[in-house]
């Protein structure tokens, strides 16, 4: 998800906003003072998804064991 970086040029707070779309004008209003002219500093990209750990294949079922009976005592 795009992410991007503001910085109002009115009361100079730092702020941060996620977008699903490119960031349009109505989207660079101040979250503190509301003013329209907050400025992109940096824009970038975040995923939702934490990375993924290596797969290891799942361990194998116990063999089956043998019934009692003549030779097979235990």
């Known amino acids: 998800m795009p992410t991007f970086d503001l910085h109002c040029t009115t ?7 996620f977008q699903q779309r490119i960031l349009r004008d109505e989207d660079r209003v ?3 003072c509301g ?20 797969r ?3 361990a194998a079922p116990p063999l089956p064991r043998a019934p009692y009976g003549p030779g097979n005592p235990h």
Do not use: M, W, Y
């Not at 992109?40 to 750990?53: D, N």
């Open 30 to 32: 101040c979250i503190d």
């Open 35 to 54: 003013a329209p002219n907050a400025e992109v500093v940096i824009s970038g990209f975040q995923t939702t998804r934490p990375s993924r750990a290596p």
């Open 11 to 17: 009361c100079g707070l730092d702020f941060e906003i």
């Open 56 to 58: 290891t294949p799942p």
